[in-house]
């Protein structure tokens, strides 16, 4: 999802080369060593990743394979080409428990609560232990081209009268098209390497987003609230998923409104 996004932001101004799992399966140190000394890129922007959280959950292996080592072979591959490297991270290396009227800065200590989350927090250190030019954007609730949770709400929205929708939990729907451009105003503006929190602006639950949602489209379906505890899936969710944008934003970056964006893709899409 977010690889279409990215290539779109950036393609007019750059010179891109874009793989898939066929023509480099990040997993493999040698192969991905090779790729990217051949090509001495300027940056890696690596969107690739295993983010199937229920699923992960009986998949530890591959999930490991994919969000751990494969960030810590582009690690290695950067460091011998001189590039940087552009990683996504999740809201996930959390554990969620902290009081949902507080957001979690970039400095605190990580705890992740689900296999998805542990194999992303893996992979983030293998990145800070294996290179020094990178930077780590943990995002949210990430949706964009193809399949995700706005398109799956407006398709459910026309055929039900009502729908059931988890309100305990709380963080920043975040368009794909606006994490394309903050990486894009980061490469601008060359700001310092690190890790940084990286979701639209503004908080709220997944259950008034589905309002939103169903009022942005005019679509006529009744949300009702429910516990998380009602809505039980294989992997536990963050009840806080917050993330403070301070940092970031302190260096000059722009970052939309999620409910701004929701309105931009909602026109897209209907
Ligand atoms: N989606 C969210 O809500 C969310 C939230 C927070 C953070 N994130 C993070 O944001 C980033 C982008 O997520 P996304 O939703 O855009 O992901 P996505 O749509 O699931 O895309 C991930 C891509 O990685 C590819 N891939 C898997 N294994 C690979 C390998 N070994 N080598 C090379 N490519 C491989 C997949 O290829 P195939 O399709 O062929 O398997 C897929 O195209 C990820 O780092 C994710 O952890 C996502």
């Known amino acids: 999802m977010l690889a279409h996004a990215v290539i779109d932001e950036l393609k007019e101004n750059n010179e891109l080369i874009c793989t898939d799992v066929e023509d480099l399966d990040i997993t493999d140190e040698q192969k991905t060593i090779e790729f990217v000394n051949n090509l001495k890129p300027e940056y890696i922007i690596n969107c690739a990743a295993y983010t199937a959280v229920d699923k992960a959950e009986d998949d530890k292996v591959l ?5 751990s080592i494969g960030p810590k072979n582009l690690a290695k591959a950067s460091k011998i080409a001189d590039c940087t490297l552009i990683h996504i991270s999740t809201d996930y290396v959390f554990d969620g428990e902290k009081d949902v009227n507080e957001s979690y800065k970039e400095d605190e200590k990580i705890g992740p609560v689900t296999v998805y989350g542990e194999t992303k927090a893996n992979g983030e250190k293998n990145i ?33 009268e009502e729908i059931n929708v988890v309100a305990d939990q709380h963080g920043s729907p975040t368009y794909a098209v606006d994490l394309a451009s903050i990486i894009s105003q980061a490469i601008d503006k060359k700001i310092p390497y690190g890790i940084y929190h990286t979701t639209n602006q503004g908080f709220t639950t997944w ?48 970052i939309p409104e999620y409910k701004d964006a929701l309105k931009r893709y909602i026109e897209k899409e209907i």
Do not use: H, Q
């Not at 999930?63 to 969000?67: D, F, L, Q, S």
């Not at 294996?130 to 930077?135: L, T, V």
């Open 63 to 67: 999930a490991e394979k994919v969000n």
């Open 128 to 160: 800070r232990e294996n290179c020094d030019k990178y930077y780590i954007f943990r995002t949210a609730w990430l949706y964009g081209e193809g399949n995700n949770f706005v398109r799956t709400m407006l398709k459910l929205g026309k055929e039900k």
């Open 207 to 254: 259950y008034e987003f589905t309002k939103e949602i169903f009022e942005y489209a005019g679509i006529n379906c009744k949300v009702n609230p429910v516990t998380s505890e009602e809505f039980v899936r294989p992997a536990k969710r963050p009840k806080n998923s917050k993330l403070s944008k301070d940092k970031i934003l302190s260096l000059g970056i722009k």
